[in-house]
């Protein structure tokens, strides 16, 4: 979900202590871009959807922004916003932008601008596709693309640095069933949700699948800058790698306990994925927009259930797949496999906001190959 980009901006807080006492500016925006861009792709109306709508909850237009701040100080901002129905490939998708941002101040000394999407498939409920750019302090630069190939189950993912001159292509095998983070608090917000809840899902992130739990406390009523007061329900989120936790459990959100789940607060210890461990964090929601008017509401559908949780090793599920599936990669001749390469930066860049070019020409000299 949004902890990763969250949990950034508290390490940028972590590094400058001293300007607490410093005024802080706006965060700046980006430039309109997309990093999921494709040919054909065909951007749909109210109209196209209104014999059969979709299943997808979130109307295009619904956004929600974050203020993050580190033992009080604040140190940027963090955004999710459904921007768009699509029809592509065949099928029609929602398309899911995420961004985490330093403010001005932050910025000087340590710059987080980070930019994710996802295209979700709004009638079956699964994730598509994803892209991340990340640029964080003066040199790191990072592309990321993600595919989850679901006849075959699985993932394969291409990731460039720019800072180091090289890039990777990863694919291996998701087992039975497998969210992308986005996906996740989509599907997380789409279900009831009740005090005494444990809810557990696979999660696909940094090149792994996690267990990821959230356990569903007490409801309270808390008051929002943007929505007011409101009824919240606790919740305590939880990750596990191989089956280890990856974390304390003393982080909590509050989202609102109606239809929206919408998470209105975080705050205390959280874990990364890369086994970062943030005390002191507070996130507030601090805008929050409803979807556009004039959409048909959402078809009620049972959302795919998670299959068990297979186990895995160094984050890769070990489970024997169905014949159908068998079959697929027997035909495709796929295998896990992890391919490094050298890489040139293309001289136009990738991805966005400094630059408007979509992604594309990717091209680099193979020069090894493990297969794991």
């Not at 980070?114 to 699964?126: G, M, V």
């Not at 008051?223 to 329900?233: E, M, Q, Y």
């Not at 599920?317 to 079959?327: A, N």
Request: proline share 8%; net charge positive.
């Amino acid at each position: 979900m949004i902890a990763r980009s969250i949990l950034l901006l508290a390490l940028v807080a972590l590094a400058t202590p001293l300007l607490a006492l410093v005024a802080l500016a706006t965060p700046a925006h980006a430039a309109p871009c997309h990093l999921l861009a494709r040919p054909g792709t065909r951007v749909l109306t109210p109209a196209d959807l209104r014999e059969k709508p979709v299943a997808f909850p979130f109307a295009p237009g619904e956004r929600m922004e974050w203020g993050v701040r580190y033992f009080g100080i604040e140190v940027g901002r963090a955004a999710v916003e459904v921007v768009r129905f699509i029809e592509v490939y065949g099928r029609r998708v929602a398309h899911v932008v995420g961004t985490a941002r330093t403010n001005a101040i932050f910025s000087v000394f340590y710059r987080v601008d980070d930019r994710t999407e996802a295209w979700i498939d709004a009638d079956a409920l699964l994730t598509l596709r994803t892209a991340t750019h990340t640029r964080h302090g003066r040199r790191r630069e990072v592309y990321e693309e993600v595919e989850f190939d679901w006849p075959a189950r699985f993932v394969k993912i291409f990731e460039a640095r720019r800072h180091s001159a090289d890039a990777q292509r990863v694919e291996f095998d998701f087992g039975p069933f497998a969210h992308d983070t986005f996906d996740a608090l989509y599907a997380l917000r789409g279900m009831p949700l009740n005090s005494g809840d444990r809810v557990r899902l696979p999660v696909y992130a940094t090149q792994k699948i996690y267990e990821f739990e959230i356990a569903v406390g007490e409801k309270d009523s808390i008051r929002s800058p943007v929505l007011g007061r409101v009824d919240a329900l606790a919740v305590r989120p939880l990750n596990r790698l191989d089956g280890e936790p990856m974390g304390d459990g003393r982080g909590r959100a509050w989202v609102t306990d109606d239809e929206r789940h919408i998470p209105v607060r975080a705050n205390g210890w959280l874990r990364s994925t890369q086994g970062l461990r943030i005390g002191g964090l507070r996130a507030e929601l601090v805008d929050y927009r409803a979807g556009e008017p004039g959409w048909p509401a959402a078809r009620s559908v049972t959302r795919p259930k998670s299959p068990p949780f297979p186990p895995t090793v160094e984050g890769w599920p070990q489970w024997q797949p169905p014949p159908e599936i068998d079959e697929v990669r027997r035909r495709r001749d796929m295998e896990a496999m992890i391919r490094r390469y050298a890489f040139t930066w293309p001289a136009a860049g990738i991805g966005c906001p400094e630059s408007t070019v979509a992604p594309g020409g990717l091209s680099g000299a193979q020069s090894s190959k493990s297969a794991r």
